[in-house]
């Protein structure tokens, strides 16, 4: 029952429904038959639209369902192989775009070259001061007893380092390519020292390396002559300005031989050997392919765009959508953050709401240490960042996938017979080879996830080289198939 008093309505509940909206719905009081049923019918056909636009919005609603984000961070220390890994996403996904940076890349390459010539001349330096004075250098600390003696340079040798003095001009020619004016956030302007050094050695080198902010867009400065080549792979040859008088390029390749005459001299080997100096296991590696990469058309290869080594200051992001077999696609986004110890507070941002991560360790460095801090081992500093990464509350429910890598340096320095056992004291006297090693490695990090991890996780592990495109893209695959399936049976992307 409604009673109605002063123009009010109130229900017999003692409530009251005048409502604004009730009240301009409500019909006209003196409503006439054909009026009612005008409005019938008008108010039929709104509910008709009504019920169109709902149905477009579930349509809509249910489509964005259909595209969820998978996110995807790249962990690991600096070097590890992150960057490396996440051109290999780029390669495969948008492999057009890649390869439109080969101008770019081609300055890195050469100031890579230029990097590993500047190391060998250092080292005869070195050989120099020390040739008529007691040797202070020894490999550990535990090996006083031997001393290493450093082979007699010739006066041939004194002349080609006189000969490649103009790639001092190449080097700062290349950073000024490489980092624009006036920019603060490029911290970095020298070459990096080498880190595979004895441990009484190392804290003699200075430890800064060419970097780029990946806020800062680096590629830029060959933009203008990206912009003028169409996006094929063949065509981005042409963005390179090959009779540019000034192209560091030219000096690099009057220095090509004398460059090669040093790099394959049995004394300058002998010397970089006494100062355990394997330029072939450092990142950005070109010396053995000298005639390619300094002749005055070269533009890198996939490849060598992969091996280019230049350290990563801020964040990278790449995205990508992948059709999963059932016709629902994801986006994807991979994101990569530099590895050096000052940068590693910029991680935590990124653990919140992570579907997986992958973590590098790259397991060749184990007679290495790191160049951020000389009394570090490098593999000890993954163990740790490792741990400290399963051990992590935040990350309880990322997925964690693990990449031992630089599997191929890790072979090569076993069959020179770098003793692993020298380094990891509790491996003992197990056989020096790849299977015992790796699969000791493996035990480790396995271990540490078992112990260390806030709940039971599965353990997600592939033995990498991600310079190699094949097998990266197969182990990839893998990763983005475990990583979606994980995700859809936990209900994140439904
Ligand atoms: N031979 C070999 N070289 C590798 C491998 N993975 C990476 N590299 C090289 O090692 C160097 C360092 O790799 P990056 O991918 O730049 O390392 P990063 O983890 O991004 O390092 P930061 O940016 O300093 O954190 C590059 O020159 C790579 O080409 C590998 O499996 N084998
Ligand atoms: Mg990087």
Redesign the pocket.
């Known amino acids: 029952m409604v009673l109605q008093s002063k123009g009010r309505r109130y229900s017999e509940a003692g409530g009251h429904d005048d409502d604004p909206l009730t009240r301009a719905m409500a019909p006209p009081p003196n409503e006439t038959e054909a009026e009612r049923t005008a409005r019938l019918a008008a108010e039929r056909e709104a509910q008709l639209r009504s019920d169109a636009i709902d149905e477009e919005l579930n349509r809509q609603r249910a489509n964005e369902k259909k595209t969820k984000c998978v996110r995807v961070l790249?962990l690991?220390?600096?070097?590890?192989?992150?960057?490396?890994?996440?051109?290999n996403f780029q390669l495969y996904h948008s492999p057009k775009a890649f390869r439109t940076e080969r101008a770019s890349w081609r300055a890195v390459v050469q100031l890579?070259i230029v990097r590993s010539i500047r190391l060998i001349l250092d080292a005869m330096v070195e050989a120099q001061t020390y040739s008529s004075s007691p040797i202070s250098i020894t490999p550990r600390s535990s090996d006083t007893a031997s001393t290493p003696k450093y082979p007699t340079l010739t006066a041939e040798h004194l002349k080609l380092k006189m000969r490649l003095s103009p790639l001092q001009q190449v080097e700062e020619a290349l950073l000024r390519k490489l980092t624009p004016v006036g920019s603060m956030e490029f911290e970095a302007t020298h070459l990096s020292s080498v880190t595979n050094l004895p441990y009484s050695v190392r804290s003699t080198h200075s430890p800064i390396?060419l970097?780029v902010n990946s806020s800062t867009p680096w590629k830029t400065a060959f933009n203008r002559l990206i912009a003028s080549a169409t996006r094929s792979s063949f065509e981005s040859s042409r963005a390179i300005d090959f009779d540019d008088p000034n192209d560091p390029g030219v000096i690099l390749h009057a220095c090509a031989d004398d460059m090669r005459a040093l790099w394959s001299d049995p004394i300058i080997r002998e010397l970089l050997s006494v100062q355990r100096i394997r330029l072939q296991?450092?990142?950005?590696?070109f010396l053995d392919s000298l005639d390619r990469v300094t002749s005055l058309k070269y533009v890198p290869t996939d490849d060598d765009i992969?091996?280019?080594?230049?350290?990563?200051?801020g964040v990278s992001e790449h995205r990508f959508t992948l059709k999963s077999g059932n016709l629902v696609s994801h986006d994807w986004r991979v994101f990569?953050?530099?590895?050096?110890r000052s940068?590693r507070a910029a991680w935590a941002p990124y653990f919140d709401n992570m579907d997986a991560i992958i973590f590098?360790a790259?397991i060749?460095c184990f007679d290495q240490v790191l160049t951020e801090d000389p009394s570090i081992n490098r593999l000890e500093d993954s163990i740790f960042l490792w741990k400290a990464v399963v051990s992590n509350r935040l990350l309880k429910n990322t997925e964690l996938m693990l990449f031992l890598?630089?599997?191929?340096?890790l072979k090569a320095k076993l069959a020179a017979g770098v003793a692993f056992g020298h380094y990891v004291v509790s491996y003992g006297d197990r056989p020096n080879d790849f299977e015992s090693t790796s699969k000791y490695l493996m035990k480790k990090f396995a271990g540490i996830l078992k112990q260390s991890s806030p709940q039971p996780r599965p353990f997600y592990c592939h033995l990498?080289?991600?310079?190699?495109v094949k097998s990266t893209h197969h182990i990839l695959n893998n990763v983005k198939d475990v990583i979606l399936r994980q995700n859809l049976l936990e209900g994140n992307l439904l």
């Open positions: 790249l690991g220390q600096s070097e590890s192989g992150k960057s490396t890994t996440l051109k890579n390396e970097a296991d450092m990142g950005g590696f992969l091996r280019a080594r230049i350290k990563t200051l990569d953050v530099g590895g050096a940068l590098l790259p060749s890598n630089k599997i191929d340096i990498t080289t991600v310079t190699d």
